[in-house]
């Protein structure tokens, strides 16, 4: 299980000032992904899971940019 922690830490930040995709292990698990929108306001923490990852070593978390920068606050990963 891979478990991915976002917040905005701008705190003039709205919706839609920063987009992004999250690919895990090359699959795309967020599409437009926006952090704000998610959490209800910005400086509030937001969490998506992801059960069943299969991991061989390394684990492989990509980000690409819809509009402004990504960022994310925490990666964990359990083992199943």
Known sequence: TVRLVFAEPDTKAKAG?????????GRRVLG????????????????RELAGVAVAGTLTVEFTSVKGEPIICGIEAVAE
């Open 32 to 47: 437009g992904f926006d952090i704000v929108k998610s959490a209800g306001g910005p400086r509030r923490v937001v969490t």
């Open 17 to 25: 000032d920063r987009v992004f995709n999250v690919a895990v292990q």
